[in-house]
């Protein structure tokens, strides 16, 4: 089983205004690779908030993988990845390029998107956009690598290898 956390970022849905139509797709989408979700919370855009959670889900609830929603893009409220950049010990690249490439498929927006990964401690941390249809096209391309990855990470396999 992986662990899994969802923090969703976003001032409205943290005042009950709207609701989140994202992290019900992470969770269903998760247990593609094994993975249930432990812990969820909305907070407001506000980097406080979500250093502190994301900070939780690796250092006390000790979570292989945590997905962030919201607060990627342009916006002066849209921190997320200043926040995750602040805690994480080393960056993924690959994840959110990946899910750029495949997104600016769809939309030449995807390039203003700002997301980022990164680890902290043994837990994966990935910035996913608000948008349910964005973050079901991300993690269409991310999600198979992933439970390869978190086995790395946990030291329960060593080899990267493909056999093909």
Do not use: W
Request: net charge neutral; hydrophobic share 40%; with cysteine.
């Amino acid at each position: 089983m992986i662990k899994v956390g969802i923090i969703t970022a976003s001032d409205k849905g943290s005042r009950g205004e709207r609701e989140d139509k994202s992290a019900p797709v992470i969770k269903d989408m998760a247990r593609q690779i094994g993975g249930e979700v432990i812990h969820y919370v909305i907070v407001p855009d506000e980097q406080t908030e979500l250093v502190r959670s994301m900070k939780y889900c690796a250092d006390v609830l000790k979570l292989d993988l945590v997905f962030t929603t919201g607060g990627t893009g342009m916006s002066p409220r849209d921190i997320t990845p200043e926040a995750t950049m602040s805690i994480v010990e080393r960056l993924v690249p690959g994840i959110p390029e990946a899910m750029r490439m495949r997104s600016l498929a769809v939309t030449d927006r995807a390039m203003l998107s700002r997301a980022v990964a990164g680890i902290r401690a043994e837990t994966l941390i990935i910035n996913l956009p608000g948008s349910p249809k964005a973050v079901k096209e991300c993690l269409d391309v991310i999600l198979p690598p992933l439970k390869h990855g978190i086995e790395i990470l946990r030291g329960d396999t060593g080899e990267c290898g493909s056999n093909i």
